[in-house]
């Protein structure tokens, strides 16, 4: 397998600009993820590293070798496409063996690594079966099939769950991952879905109007996101954004929000605008008996063993991840504490964080 090294990669479509100036490293045997809603760049960014697209510039290397402008075919990789691309034609086991017979690989090798394969995928039954009578689930693994009997370097999935329905994918989800560490593979996996994001990926790359938002490990950037949108697009429900005009300076540890003071991690650097947001986890925001900030439920949404209630407060609307077990009717008036360690200050001009203390913390061995 192999690292994967994007410097400076741009590309443009005549006047549109698909990816700016994108510089990332995938490290050998890593499971690495491209996130961010339709139109962001990240299935050309995949595209450009499989050699489908040519870049307008910058450069790709995989293991060390300069494969920026080689074709697909010189660069020993395998792609899975969403739509399975199978031959109607044949059976599984002509599926899965073509690549190697266009390739010339003895009928004797072609048998043995059919055999690792269908083992790996759990399809011996399937083997000589029609792939139109087949699941859409093993129809997948099939398309995985012929892509890892070839051995490449990297696999590369452009959405390969997007078919399936939510049981299917929930399970394809522990599959795939399964199969990336039984085979130690280098694999850059596309997907619009956070949940798919969050549950498979060693790493996660966030991207949004065609730059990089952030790159980290799933918890970090939950946790610590690096803007607005990224807090905004991870988590279900989503980051509490709480827009407020007034000032943080540095070693500011509380700020006023409609006149109501809110405790935060301690702030280590000076805003350079008054158009500032406050970001905190529903689950990071709790019933007290009293406090300052004030509200009224507007809805309850149970979910098991925790209920996600809508509240309309006197600093804005906030969602809270509370217990289940805990009564709560609309227009109830309920007082809340925002946990201040777990507070996330964003400039609103630009909708990048403002340092603070969690996050110096974080970025030198906390978190």
Not at 333 to 350: G, I, K, N
């Amino acid at each position: 397998m192999a690292d994967i090294t994007v410097a400076n990669l741009h590309k443009r479509f005549d006047s549109f600009t698909a990816v700016k100036d994108s510089t990332f490293t995938i490290k050998n045997g890593e499971f690495f993820v491209l996130l961010g809603p339709s139109g962001c760049g990240k299935t050309t960014t995949l595209r450009m590293i499989a050699g489908l697209e040519l870049p307008t510039s910058g450069q790709i290397e995989i293991e060390g070798k300069d494969v920026s402008f080689l074709r697909a075919s010189e660069r020993d990789i395998a792609f899975v496409f969403q739509m399975f691309a199978l031959y109607p034609h044949m059976n599984v086991r002509q599926n899965i063996s073509f690549p190697l017979k266009c390739q010339g690989v003895p009928r004797k090798e072609i048998k043995k690594r059919l055999s690792d394969v269908a083992e790996i995928l759990r399809i011996e039954h399937l083997l000589d079966s029609p792939v139109g009578g087949l699941s859409s689930g093993d129809k997948q693994r099939v398309s995985l099939g012929r892509a890892i009997i070839r051995q490449p370097q990297v696999f590369l999935m452009d959405e390969p769950l997007g078919a399936l329905d939510s049981e299917f994918r929930h399970l394809m989800c522990s599959e795939l991952r399964d199969l990336h560490n039984r085979m130690g593979a280098t694999t850059v996996y596309v997907t619009h879905d956070q949940l798919e994001a969050m549950s498979m990926a060693d790493k996660i790359m966030v991207m949004n109007h065609s730059v990089i938002e952030q790159v980290g490990e799933p918890q970090f950037i939950y946790d610590y996101p690096s803007t607005i949108f990224v807090a905004k697009f991870l988590g279900e429900p989503s980051m509490n954004i709480l827009e407020f005009e007034g000032s943080a300076l540095s070693g500011s540890t509380s700020l006023s929000i409609n006149g109501i003071p809110i405790e935060v991690s301690p702030i280590l650097e000076d805003a350079q605008t008054e158009r500032l947001a406050l970001g905190i986890r529903p689950e990071h925001v709790s019933l007290v008996e009293f406090s300052k900030v004030k509200g009224v439920v507007e809805t309850a949404e149970y979910l098991g063993t925790t209920q996600i209630l809508t509240i309309s407060s006197v600093i804005g609307t906030l969602k809270a991840r509370v217990d289940s077990q805990i009564p709560m009717a609309r227009g109830q008036q309920v007082y809340l504490r925002l946990s201040p360690e777990h507070t996330t200050v964003f400039d609103r001009e630009t909708g990048k964080v403002l340092m603070n203390a969690r996050y110096q913390e974080a970025h030198h061995g906390g978190a």
